[in-house]
């Protein structure tokens, strides 16, 4: 196997492993009870009269 071929097999796998910790960790973020007023609100301001 070339060093090509390891070093581009690697990143796939640690680009891989990456998004998916970063999209767990956004996902945890979105739905943590504790924010749920903090985006509700958020959800009403386009909704303001002011």
Known sequence: MSTYTT????????????????FLAIAVYAF???NKTRFDEAAQVPLREE
């Open 32 to 34: 943590w009870p504790r």
């Open 7 to 22: 070093l581009a097999s690697f990143a796939q796998t640690a680009g891989l492993l990456y998004f998916v910790g970063m």
